[in-house]
């Protein structure tokens, strides 16, 4: 089945503790994305990729990492978690090549919550 | 960098009506702009999308139009349906095949009461 995994669903952790949250793909899709979803400001986005090895800056990347060093995987790393990056975390991935190059399927999301 | 700009936050309908929300963005250079529906407790997911070379796209029920001089885009959904309540949110990009930066809306929280 074609599908965007991310794990872990749900974590709860303390500030300064460094995490990640992985995010895979089978669908061999070039390109890759990082959302944050919060009430009352709708998705953000913090990094996304385009290919192995490139990566850039969204709109919220402040306070977090990334890594694209195979097609189908692409952490997203909080290396010191503070309370305002809890969050609803979505990956997401999209062919990058022809006419449905730009549709972005999303991952089930990863409920974050830092104390 | 893009901004966009979703109206109405909140939108009520009784079932069978018509249902309209509007967006506007900032950047001229963007050129795609989906819309994704989001239902409770799950993963947003595409409806249509319009790309700058075109005015207006229907699919079934929902179409989307585009206005470039003014840089607004709506999503149009005719004889609503229960099913269709859910979390709407548009976006832009400048993806013109070399970036996939997406800015999105803020969501419209779509109500259709039976």
């Known amino acids: 089945e074609a599908q965007v995994t991310q794990n872990p669903r749900y974590l709860i952790t303390v500030t300064g503790k460094k995490l990640t949250v992985t995010c895979s793909q089978n669908m061999n899709h070039e390109y890759m994305s990082w959302y944050r979803q919060d009430p009352g400001l709708g998705l953000r986005q913090i990094y996304y990729s385009m290919n192995v090895e490139v990566t850039d800056k969204g709109d919220v990347p402040e306070g977090y990492k990334v890594s694209r060093k195979e097609k189908r995987n692409f952490p997203l790393i909080l290396e010191s978690p503070s309370p305002n990056q809890t969050s609803l975390y979505f990956c997401?991935?999209?062919?990058?090549?022809?006419?449905?190059?730009?549709?972005?399927?999303f991952g089930p999301g990863t409920r974050l919550t830092v104390t | 960098g893009e901004n966009v700009e979703q109206h109405p936050s909140t939108l009520s309908v009784q079932e069978g009506d018509s249902a309209v929300i509007k967006c506007t963005y900032s950047d001229s250079a963007s050129n795609y702009f989906p819309w994704y529906k989001q239902e409770l407790g799950k993963r947003p997911q595409l409806i249509i999308d319009i790309r700058s070379n075109v005015g207006e796209k229907k699919d079934q029920r929902i179409a989307v139009t585009l206005n470039k001089t003014a840089k607004h885009f709506s999503l149009h959904i005719t004889e609503t349906q229960p099913e269709d309540s859910a979390v709407y949110f548009c976006a832009a990009s400048p993806s013109g095949g070399s970036n996939y930066k997406l800015t999105f809306g803020k969501g419209t929280l779509l109500t259709v009461n039976p």
């Open positions: 997401a991935s999209s062919p990058g090549t022809g006419l449905l190059s730009y549709e972005q399927y």
